[in-house]
């Protein structure tokens, strides 16, 4: 059992931080979030440093910028949430589950130095804080059977939380080589964590009702990742008011990261009494991917634009390993303490995928304008738990923006909506007493509606230059 617990952990902890299936997409910028994030060939707000920093060229002065999930619902379910086999027959009475979480969240925050003249475009210096990627999951369910052959049953209730976060800080550096040309850089330090806590209680009554197993299980794990990686992007106007755009990120560097998992079973088996202390640590590695894009643009400033996007996620081996130690104690009736190190391995591969992005923007007037979006996040992984076996999980998300922008002198504001629906195929722990397997796949499903606002502030540059002595 001890192995199994262990080897568990091992894929939970790599599935936790390589599978973005069960994370929400939390749309950057100001413009962008509300045009469902097509921003590669024209974009210039900030969420620029993570998909193309060329476009901070394209800033008239020095910038202040900040977007938002000031608010998000989510509602999420399991298919199947528990994992139930048996030899005789079983009339199952109650099998229900409920799971909703509320989500809150900067997206981006931008400032941009403005190192030429005053309202020069030329060269720009950005620190910025990007955040992709959240999302946090608390599911509760029920399971009732009776085993009529045996006149037996069997209970089983259960909860699940989980939250996974990835943090992206870096500097920028943008330069526009003509009115038609620009060119940026972003490097990026990234962090992302996780926690997952567990509880649930089994009651297993077979034997002509004689109580057969009676088990409590809880558990709290985290997992946090560290690496760095680079942004490449450059700006293009081919013909009026048409422009191209493409970006590069570069697969991450100078990996570190972390696991802890503690967890604690007491059981009643037979009459015989006994617990299990487990106590898990290790490291993690969590590699991101080439990845490609490129963007179509037109622009009429002051009427209106439509922007395309496509981005290519170039496949990789061994996106996250897990390499865990548990150190297990256990205690029987009698006072028997019996305590073992036991080791296990995880990876996980991810395939290639390609998203898009399309959006346009549409002013009613010169200070209002509405813009309205879709995209696409594909995230399918390949699991392998200790060398025995692999799984499959694979990630949809569909989504959808819209909102409205007011420009007033120096400063932006804008207020929108997103909806996202993910259709997922995951990993989860299987909890057949009579498994051959230590997890099933499962289908996971979520609705997401986010509230979104931002704004920015122009703040006009001082020459560089020191004014002369009269």
């Given at each position: 059992?001890?192995?199994r617990?262990?080897?568990?952990?091992a894929a939970?902890?790599?599935?936790?931080?390589?599978n973005?299936?069960?994370?929400?997409i939390i749309p950057?910028?100001?413009?962008?979030?509300?045009?469902?994030?097509?921003?590669?060939?024209?974009?210039?707000?900030?969420?620029?440093?993570?998909l193309?920093?060329?476009?901070?060229?394209?800033?008239?002065?020095?910038?202040?910028s900040?977007?938002?999930?000031?608010?998000?619902?989510?509602?999420?379910?399991?298919?199947?949430?528990?994992?139930?086999?048996?030899?005789?027959?079983a009339?199952?009475?109650?099998?229900?589950?409920?799971?909703s979480?509320?989500l809150?969240?900067?997206?981006?925050i931008?400032?941009?130095f403005?190192?030429?003249?005053?309202?020069?475009?030329r060269?720009?210096?950005?620190?910025?804080?990007?955040i992709?990627y959240?999302?946090?999951?608390?599911?509760?369910?029920?399971?009732r059977?009776?085993?009529?052959?045996?006149?037996?049953?069997?209970?089983?209730?259960?909860?699940?939380?989980?939250?996974?976060?990835?943090?992206?800080?870096?500097?920028?550096?943008?330069?526009?080589?003509?009115?038609?040309?620009?060119?940026?850089?972003?490097?990026?330090?990234r962090?992302?964590?996780?926690?997952l806590?567990?509880?649930?209680t089994r009651?297993?009554?077979g034997?002509?009702?004689?109580?057969?197993?009676?088990?409590?299980?809880?558990?709290?794990g985290?997992?946090?990742?560290?690496?760095?990686?680079?942004?490449?992007?450059?700006?293009?106007?081919i013909?009026?008011?048409?422009?191209?755009?493409?970006?590069?990120a570069?697969?991450?560097?100078l990996?570190?990261?972390?696991?802890?998992?503690?967890?604690?079973?007491r059981?009643?088996?037979?009459?015989?009494?006994s617990?299990?202390?487990?106590?898990?640590?290790?490291?993690?590695?969590?590699r991101?991917?080439?990845?490609?894009g490129?963007?179509?643009?037109?622009?009429?400033?002051?009427?209106?634009?439509?922007?395309?996007?496509g981005t290519?996620?170039?496949?990789?081996?061994e996106?996250s390993t897990?390499?865990?130690?548990?150190?297990?104690?256990?205690?029987?009736?009698?006072?028997?303490?019996?305590?073992?190190?036991?080791?296990?391995?995880?990876?996980?591969?991810?395939?290639?995928?390609?998203?898009?992005?399309?959006?346009?923007e549409?002013?009613?007037?010169?200070?209002?304008?509405?813009?309205?979006?879709?995209?696409?996040?594909?995230?399918?992984?390949?699991?392998?738990?200790?060398?025995?076996g692999?799984?499959?999980?694979?990630g949809?998300?569909?989504?959808?923006s819209?909102?409205i922008?007011?420009?007033?002198?120096?400063?932006?504001t804008?207020?929108?909506?997103?909806?996202?629906?993910?259709?997922?195929?995951?990993?989860?722990?299987?909890?057949r007493?009579?498994?051959?397997?230590?997890?099933?796949?499962?289908d996971?499903?979520?609705?997401?509606l986010?509230?979104?606002?931002?704004?920015?502030?122009?703040?006009?540059g001082?020459?560089?230059?020191?004014a002369?002595?009269?």
């Amino acid at each position: 059992m001890s192995v199994r617990t262990l080897a568990m952990f091992a894929a939970l902890a790599v599935t936790l931080v390589a599978n973005r299936a069960a994370a929400q997409i939390i749309p950057l910028g100001e413009r962008t979030a509300q045009m469902g994030g097509a921003a590669i060939a024209a974009g210039h707000d900030s969420a620029m440093p993570y998909l193309n920093p060329a476009g901070l060229a394209a800033v008239p002065d020095s910038l202040v910028s900040l977007s938002a999930s000031i608010y998000g619902i989510n509602r999420f379910r399991l298919d199947p949430f528990f994992l139930n086999s048996y030899d005789t027959e079983a009339i199952v009475t109650e099998n229900r589950q409920s799971g909703s979480s509320v989500l809150q969240v900067p997206s981006s925050i931008m400032y941009v130095f403005n190192l030429g003249e005053r309202g020069s475009r030329r060269h720009k210096l950005a620190l910025s804080l990007s955040i992709p990627y959240a999302g946090r999951y608390t599911i509760q369910g029920s399971y009732r059977a009776t085993l009529p052959a045996i006149i037996g049953a069997d209970s089983d209730d259960r909860g699940f939380t989980a939250t996974t976060t990835e943090y992206n800080a870096g500097a920028s550096y943008a330069t526009a080589l003509s009115d038609r040309l620009r060119l940026g850089v972003t490097v990026f330090a990234r962090y992302h964590e996780e926690t997952l806590a567990s509880v649930s209680t089994r009651n297993y009554y077979g034997s002509n009702g004689a109580l057969q197993l009676n088990e409590a299980r809880s558990s709290v794990g985290s997992t946090k990742a560290l690496s760095a990686w680079a942004r490449l992007g450059a700006q293009a106007q081919i013909i009026e008011h048409g422009w191209v755009g493409v970006s590069l990120a570069t697969p991450s560097v100078l990996h570190s990261g972390s696991v802890e998992v503690t967890e604690s079973v007491r059981s009643d088996i037979l009459g015989t009494a006994s617990s299990r202390e487990v106590a898990i640590s290790g490291n993690v590695t969590r590699r991101s991917p080439l990845r490609v894009g490129a963007g179509l643009a037109y622009e009429v400033p002051g009427s209106f634009s439509v922007a395309l996007d496509g981005t290519y996620t170039a496949a990789l081996d061994e996106a996250s390993t897990a390499d865990l130690r548990a150190r297990i104690n256990q205690r029987a009736e009698g006072e028997i303490v019996r305590g073992a190190v036991r080791a296990a391995t995880s990876t996980a591969s991810t395939n290639a995928v390609f998203d898009v992005a399309l959006g346009g923007e549409l002013w009613l007037s010169p200070t209002l304008a509405w813009r309205a979006g879709m995209f696409t996040a594909f995230s399918p992984i390949e699991l392998d738990v200790d060398n025995d076996g692999e799984y499959t999980a694979t990630g949809d998300i569909f989504g959808f923006s819209t909102g409205i922008g007011l420009m007033l002198g120096l400063v932006e504001t804008s207020l929108g909506l997103s909806y996202q629906y993910s259709a997922a195929r995951i990993l989860v722990p299987d909890s057949r007493t009579d498994a051959a397997s230590l997890l099933a796949e499962t289908d996971f499903n979520t609705h997401t509606l986010l509230v979104l606002i931002g704004g920015s502030i122009a703040i006009p540059g001082a020459p560089t230059e020191p004014a002369s002595e009269e």
